[in-house]
């Protein structure tokens, strides 16, 4: 189905785990690369068996950014759909409505951290770093880096990532938000697994209700967003997964949901 020059996947549990391998490019986004991601995306979006999603890189870099070489060619038509190109395959990730984690293992720079910032949740490595450093080379966040940086760290935060094109560390990046925790490096992807096994382990209806009734409640109006919960809230009582869970809760028996 892909590439495993530029990815390496399998599926284990539900958890689709994905790992981005181009170790002797710091695993830097390329136009393979893309097309690898998309299509391990559709397929874990169409796909039954596939539960949820995790996301690493081969060796010290998660992905340090994205091609160099393409982005030299690039003027303002070319540079539009460049953009364009790696917005739509991240929020293809961050709209899936099956969870998603990337687990940082090293450097995520540039497109690598706006791919981070798709998931629907992040932990990190003690060794990874973070960074938006496009200013340095005249050209801006494209792949999304300056709304969703904005909307996890902060406006003044993003203002400063995206403008000094600085790195912080993973504890800094765990302070200000941009990730959950941060974990010992041997630890991270037990970690990542007991993260998601904790969430395969709720009614899916449920969590995917949680994180479309998030994200597209972000950005309207207190009452409208409001109005938006109510009516997911909604949707999912009228569900037999809340039958189960509220069964189970009430006779002290675990759940088993099945996402009808």
Known sequence: MTDTNVVLHHTENGILTITINRPDKLNALNHELLDALEQLFLHAKASSDVKALLITGQGKAFCAGADINKLAESDAM?????????????????????????AVNGYAFGGGCELCMSSTIRIASDKAKFGQPEVKLGVIPGYGGT???????????????????????????????????????????D????????????????????????????DLSMDDAMELEALYFAKVCASEDKKEGVSAFLEKREAHFTGA
Do not use: N
Request: charged share 20%; with cysteine.
């Open 78 to 102: 070319t540079g539009y759909s460049f953009a364009k190109r790696g917005q739509s395959v991240f929020r293809l990730l961050e709209t899936l409505g099956k969870p998603s984690l990337s």
């Open 147 to 189: 709304q969703r940086l904005a909307r996890l760290v902060g406006k003044g935060r993003a203002m400063d990532l995206c403008l000094t094109g600085r790195t912080i560390d993973a504890a800094t990046a765990t302070a200000w938000g941009l990730v959950s925790e941060t974990v010992p490096d041997g630890m991270l992807m």
């Open 191 to 218: 970690k990542a697994h007991e993260i998601l096994g904790s969430i395969l382990a709720v009614g899916p209806l449920a969590a995917k209700g949680v994180m479309e009734a998030v994200d597209k409640g972000f």
